[in-house]
């Protein structure tokens, strides 16, 4: 199953531009071409992001031309 690299990937570069700030939501652009299973990334998003600033952040999905795989954008939560 890639998809756990490729969640493991995704993880990594979000959390090292979000430094210590908690994320609230990732959203990733995905064509069909990209070969990629989104059941599959959510599942191992919830597993990957367990114990890092990305721990309970939601997983979105933009439909995408091609065999686009990309992070589209990422939002932080609003410090209380």
Same mark, same amino acid.
Do not use: W
């Given at each position: 199953?890639?998809?756990?690299?490729?969640?493991?990937? *995704?993880?990594? *570069?979000?959390?090292?531009?979000?430094?210590?700030?908690?994320?609230?939501?990732?959203?990733?652009?995905?064509?069909?071409?990209?070969?990629?299973?989104?059941?599959?990334?959510?599942?191992?998003?919830?597993?990957?992001?367990?114990?890092?600033?990305?721990?309970?952040?939601?997983?979105?999905? *933009?439909?995408?031309?091609?065999?686009?795989?990309? *992070?589209?954008?990422?939002?932080?939560?609003?410090?209380?």
């Amino acid at each position: 199953m890639h998809e756990l690299g490729l969640t493991r990937n *995704i993880v990594a *570069i979000v959390s090292e531009h979000a430094g210590a700030r908690a994320v609230k939501r990732v959203q990733l652009a995905v064509g069909p071409h990209a070969c990629v299973e989104r059941q599959a990334l959510s599942f191992c998003f919830d597993m990957v992001a367990a114990g890092t600033v990305l721990e309970g952040a939601d997983l979105d999905f *933009i439909e995408a031309e091609g065999d686009t795989f990309k *992070i589209r954008e990422y939002e932080f939560r609003e410090e209380a």
